[in-house]
């Protein structure tokens, strides 16, 4: 007997739940990362780039670029949810933040089955695209808000 799951059902019932739990990220909270949106395999978040990010160049660190770029990612593929973790990301960078810039961030789901999933994700510098991850996602039998289970 398999039991079926509409992950788009779930979303919709307990969208603010997820985002309240989305939210609770330490790291993110700590940068001043804000999650603008999440939607079904989507997400938004943006952040002002401070001098403290800077790197010895003066630019954005490669290190909040993909801070941010991991948040939207995380964010994205826990948007149903089910607890998912990362398994691999590819980060490119193009071009560099600056400092004062509003840095967003969007992931969007390319395709997902019952265990993986696979998302695009996009940085932007005052609307520059600074850089792309390409990242999967591994998605756990757990999900973190109440689930009825139709059979």
């Known amino acids: ?9 779930l979303h919709q019932q307990h969208k603010e739940v997820i ?10 909270n700590h940068l001043g990362i ?3 949106e999440v939607g079904e395999g989507t997400a938004i978040a ?3 780039a401070e001098a403290y990010m800077l790197n ?5 660190h ?8 991991d948040y939207v990612f995380a964010a994205a593929c826990n948007s149903y949810g089910r607890t998912a973790v990362a398994l ?12 004062g810039a509003l840095i967003r961030a969007t ?3 390319v395709k997902k089955n019952y265990r993986t999933a696979w998302y695009t994700i996009k940085v932007e510098s005052d609307g520059e695209l600074i850089a792309t991850m390409d990242a999967t996602a591994y998605r756990l039998g757990h999900y973190f808000v109440p689930v009825e289970e139709e059979i």
């Open 1 to 9: 007997m398999k039991v079926v799951i509409d992950e788009s059902e």
């Open 19 to 28: 985002i309240q739990a989305l939210k609770k990220d330490a790291y993110a």
């Open 34 to 36: 804000q999650l603008i």
């Open 46 to 48: 943006e952040l002002n």
């Open 56 to 60: 010895a160049h003066g630019t954005l």
């Open 62 to 69: 490669g290190a909040v670029t993909f801070a941010i770029a």
């Open 88 to 99: 691999t990301n590819t980060i490119n960078y193009m071009a560099a933040g600056k400092e």
């Open 107 to 109: 992931a969007e789901e």
